[in-house]
C-alpha cells in the first residue's frame, strides 16, 4: 500500500519562497507518476504538477509554470516541490498523489485531474499573506 505523507507547508508573504516535500514509501516507485494537487476553500482539487518517476518528466499547470519545480529523490523517496514568487492565490491545501502508469509521456494529458490518481497524502497548509 502506497503511503505519502506531506511536509513544508507554512506561511510565507507574496513573493517568497516555500518548498514541500512528499515522503513516498510501500511500493517500488520506478513505474509511478507523481504529483501534487492543491485545494483552495470553496473550490475543486486541481492539478499542479506531476513527474515520472523513473526519467524525470515533468508537466505543469498553466498557473505555476515558471514559479514552481516538481524534483525527486530516488534513493530517498521522497518528491519536492520548490515554490518561488508566491502569490496570494497560491493559498491552499496542497496535496501529494501517486499513480502507477504504463507511459508517462503516453498517460498525458491524464493526471490533469484528481480521479486519475489513485494514492493520496493528507495534505500541507500553504497560506500566502498579501
Known amino acids: 500500500q502506497v503511503q505519502l505523507v506531506e511536509s513544508g507547508g507554512g506561511l510565507v508573504q507574496a513573493g517568497g519562497s516555500l518548498s514541500l516535500s512528499c515522503a513516498a514509501s510501500?511500493?517500488?516507485?520506478?513505474?509511478?507518476?507523481m504529483g501534487w494537487f492543491r485545494q483552495a476553500p470553496g473550490k475543486e482539487r486541481e492539478f499542479v504538477a506531476a513527474?515520472?518517476?523513473?526519467?524525470?518528466?515533468?508537466h505543469y499547470a498553466d498557473s505555476v509554470k515558471g514559479r514552481f519545480t516538481i524534483s525527486r529523490d530516488t534513493v530517498k523517496n521522497t518528491v519536492y516541490l520548490q515554490m518561488n514568487s508566491l502569490k496570494p492565490e497560491d493559498t491552499a491545501v496542497y496535496y501529494c498523489?501517486?499513480?502507477?502508469?504504463?507511459?508517462?509521456?503516453?498517460?498525458?494529458?491524464?493526471?490533469?485531474?484528481?480521479?486519475?490518481?489513485?494514492?493520496w497524502g493528507q495534505g500541507t497548509q500553504v497560506t500566502v499573506s498579501s
Open positions: 510501500g511500493r517500488t516507485f520506478s513505474s509511478y507518476a
Open positions: 513527474i515520472s518517476w523513473n526519467v524525470g518528466n515533468t
Open positions: 498523489a501517486a499513480q502507477r502508469v504504463l507511459s508517462f509521456r503516453s498517460w498525458y494529458p491524464g493526471g490533469q485531474s484528481q480521479g486519475d490518481w489513485s494514492s
